[in-house]
């Protein structure tokens, strides 16, 4: 069973070895003490090769006029074309959309007071276990759980659903970044603000939200991006008559290779790029990067 | 701003729609449901001893070696990738790290389909190994276990290589040169000093590649085409298609539990191997 997984692994570093090169030719660790191991970035430039091979076969064939990952037949936005023309994958686009924008909204409220409650209240460790759990949980557990208390209450099935179980790794979500920031914040602050005669609202709203402002947003782009790709639990959760994005390319996928999944990918790509990074900026990430 | 205020929100609605859900697995194992799908409430343990039947055994043995070796290989692959991004000068690290990370976070499905395209008989890889004259006819490498290896290796690799990084970055370089001065071998060094030391990161990251892996049943269903049943299928196919609840939850229960031993051995490990603090 491996040998095929490491041949693939070692012809795909063979064949498009772009991102690779330029990986490896980056100056190699200066450590103090005895020679520096060459290996290991050889090692990071073949998992670089292997993680964006495959992200560049969709790409490429997006472009293609023929949609064939095999041969190049011209540069083409024919496929763009048809997506933007196909009722059934608009319509779970915005169903997706929906989904992600409430869930995400949704998510930022329950998790930011939690997280806040949290840091200021509870001294043990098991809230904050169950309040990251979902995080951890896996998804199918946690699918089969939620269908079960959905059809146990009489609830009804629908988009509705799907995003209330969003909210729920996205509260976690939530919570794990602006707990993690509440933890570099000065709570000289707050205190210099009620001792200033502000009340305990206005402290709220003015110092401690504005204090997480990076990491509520950093960990709703997270929310939101996570659900716009959220399959599993979506597949149990929804109802029949309003698939989600990921419902639809999973039905497109399973009979076979269909050009219109690569465009749809391709902008997929690009949108899950440009909330990283962005997320990537407002958390701790990019400062640390000016400490060292 | 009162307590309640801040914390009873989110902690009613993980309540209601995190813990029941769960208790509501846990109580259903304990059911059992006739041939239509309807239960009968009386508590026994029947679901567990069918859970027990060969057949399913089978597929739980064949769903933790196929999790198993995506872990192993993701260790061996993500320890020395993440001990290269640590070596690299701080400005490419943040760049390397995220261009790691970014593949997670691009539609999954989509992924998983691009592995379709590559590993398909008149593929690339396919082409490629007939054109060094490796094999002579185009080799099928699709619906193979090593397919579905390939492809939960690709999903869950970043997930290894993120906390194996933090790991090895926290480490003390003075601790490794002590130990070299001393006259400790490189390897020794590596052994007794580095490996320790990393080790809960590393059982961090296994758990992340290894829970995942085991209850996935889309990357098993779409390239390893319905040949590699895993523990994921099964519990689909008994939830939403058989509608057999009982042993469905009684599956379920078998992943949470496998995660629940993982999360305690890891906290185990770590406490003994704490890392030196430098706070």
Redesign the interface.
């Given at each position: 069973m491996t040998e095929s997984l490491s041949v693939a692994a070692e012809r795909t570093g063979g064949g498009a070895g772009d991102e690779g090169t330029g990986a490896a030719m980056m100056p190699a660790g200066r450590r103090r003490w005895a020679r520096p191991a060459r290996w290991p970035m050889l090692v990071l430039a073949g998992v670089l090769v292997f993680l964006y091979t495959p992200i560049a076969v969709v790409v490429v064939m997006a472009f293609n006029e023929t949609g064939s990952a095999y041969r190049w037949s011209g540069f083409s936005t024919r496929w763009f074309g048809e997506l933007a023309a196909d009722q059934v994958i608009l319509g779970a686009l915005g169903n997706t959309l929906v989904v992600a924008a409430g869930a995400t909204a949704l998510s930022i409220v329950l998790g930011t007071l939690l997280a806040i409650g949290l840091a200021r209240y509870v001294r043990s460790g098991l809230l904050d276990a169950f309040a990251l759990g979902p995080a951890v949980a896996p998804d199918i557990v946690m699918a089969m759980g939620l269908l079960t208390l959905y059809v146990t209450l009489g609830f009804s099935l629908g988009l509705h659903s799907v995003l209330l179980a969003h909210v729920v790794f996205g509260t976690a979500l939530v919570t794990a970044t602006v707990r993690a920031r509440l933890g570099h914040l000065d709570p000289a602050l707050e205190e210099a603000s009620r001792d200033l005669g502000a009340s305990a609202l206005q402290t709220f709203w003015r110092i401690t939200i504005p204090g997480v402002m990076p990491a509520i947003i950093a960990g709703g782009l997270l929310t939101f991006t996570l659900s716009l790709d959220e399959f599993v639990i979506a597949f149990f959760t929804d109802g029949p008559a309003t698939p989600t994005l990921p419902i639809v390319i999973y039905s497109l996928v399973r009979f076979g290779i269909t050009p219109e999944v690569n465009a749809l990918g391709a902008i997929l790509l690009l949108v899950s790029i440009v909330t990283v990074l962005v997320a990537q900026r407002l958390t701790g990430l990019g400062g640390r990067d000016a400490d060292t | 701003?009162g307590?309640l205020?801040?914390?009873g929100?989110?902690?009613l609605?993980?309540t209601v729609?995190?813990?029941?859900?769960?208790a509501?697995?846990v109580g259903?194992s304990f059911l059992e449901s006739n041939r239509f799908g309807q239960l009968r409430w009386e508590v026994t343990f029947a679901s567990f001893e069918r859970a027990l039947d060969p057949l399913y055994l089978r597929v739980l043995a064949t769903s933790v070696v196929?999790a198993g070796?995506t872990t192993l290989?993701a260790v061996l692959?993500g320890y020395?990738?993440a001990?290269?991004?640590?070596?690299?000068?701080?400005?490419?690290?943040?760049v390397?790290?995220?261009?790691?990370?970014?593949?997670f976070?691009?539609?999954?499905?989509?992924?998983?389909?691009?592995?379709?395209?590559?590993?398909?008989t008149?593929?690339?890889?396919s082409?490629?190994?007939q054109g060094v004259g490796l094999i002579e006819s185009p080799l099928q490498?699709l619906y193979?276990?090593?397919?579905v290896?390939?492809g939960l290796?690709?999903a869950y690799?970043?997930l290894m290589?993120l906390p194996l990084y933090v790991a090895i970055d926290r480490l003390d370089?003075e601790l490794?040169?002590a130990a070299?001065d001393l006259g400790a071998s490189?390897a020794r060094v590596f052994l007794t000093v580095t490996l320790p030391m990393t080790l809960p990161g590393a059982l961090v990251g296994a758990?992340f590649v290894f829970?995942?892996s085991?209850?996935?049943?889309?990357i098993p269903?779409?390239l390893g085409g319905g040949k590699t049943v895993m523990i994921?299928n099964l519990?689909?196919d008994q939830?939403?298609k058989t509608r057999n609840?009982p042993l469905?939850?009684v599956l379920?229960l078998s992943?949470?539990g496998i995660?629940l031993v993982l999360?305690i051995l890891q906290s185990r490990l770590s406490r003994r191997y704490a890392p030196v603090s430098h706070d």
């Open positions: - | 701003m307590r205020l801040l914390l929100p989110g902690l609605y993980l729609l995190f813990l029941l859900p769960i509501a697995i259903i196929i070796i290989l692959i020395p990738t001990w290269a991004i640590a070596r690299l000068p701080p400005r490419w690290r943040l390397v790290l995220i261009l790691v990370v970014l593949p976070w691009t539609n999954f499905l989509v992924r998983t389909y691009a592995w379709i395209v590559l590993l398909n008149e593929g690339p890889i082409g490629v190994l490498l193979t276990p090593g397919a290896i390939a290796l690709y690799l970043p290589i370089p490794r040169e070299r490189r758990i829970v995942p085991l209850g996935n049943f889309v269903e779409l994921g519990i689909r939830f939403l609840w469905a939850s379920a992943i949470l995660l999360l």
